[in-house]
Nanobody, 124 residues
Framework: DVQLVESGGGSVQAGGSLRLSCKISRLTFSSACLGWFRQAPGKEREAVASISSVGLVTDYVDSVKGRFTLSMDNSHYTMYLQMDSLRVQDTAQYLC??????????????????WGQGTQVTVS
C-alpha cells in the first residue's frame, strides 16, 4: 500500500504561490516526524520543512523561511506545504517523507523514511 501521496505541484511564475498536499496513511501519520524535501536536477536532495508529532514543532531550511509554511490536517491525515513568493531556485521535485527516526532538527532520517512519489514544482 502507498503510504504517502503528494499533489499540488505545477508551473508558476516567480512571485506566485502553490500549495502542496501529502496524503498520509493513518499508520504512517503517527510517525515521529514528517517532512518535505526537494531535489532539483543534478543536485542532492534537500530538506525543506519538517514537523514533529510531539509538540508539533516545525523547522524550515533558511532559504524558505518566511515564504513556506508547513501545516497539518489531522482529521484528514494530510500535511501541506504552502509556498509563497516562489523563486526560480525553488524549482524541484518535492517529496514528503515520514520516519520514526528523526534528525536533531526534527527531519525524517532519509535512509529509513517512507517517501511519496513526488510532485514537480516549476517556477519561471
Amino acid at each position: 500500500d502507498v503510504q504517502l501521496v503528494e499533489s499540488g505541484g505545477g508551473s508558476v511564475q516567480a512571485g506566485g504561490s502553490l500549495r502542496l498536499s501529502c496524503k498520509i496513511s493513518r499508520l504512517t501519520f503517527s510517525s515521529a516526524c514528517l517532512g518535505w524535501f526537494r531535489q532539483a536536477p543534478g543536485k542532492e536532495r534537500e530538506a525543506v520543512a519538517s514537523i514533529s508529532s510531539v509538540g508539533l514543532v516545525t523547522d524550515y531550511v533558511d532559504s524558505v523561511k518566511g515564504r513556506f509554511t508547513l501545516s497539518m490536517d489531522n482529521s484528514h491525515y494530510t500535511m501541506y506545504l504552502q509556498m509563497d513568493s516562489l523563486r526560480v531556485q525553488d524549482t524541484a521535485q518535492y517529496l514528503c517523507a515520514a520516519a520514526r527516526d528523526c534528525t536533531a532538527s526534527g527531519y525524517p532520517i532519509t535512509a529509513t523514511a517512507e517517501w511519496g512519489q513526488g510532485t514537480q514544482v516549476t517556477v519561471s
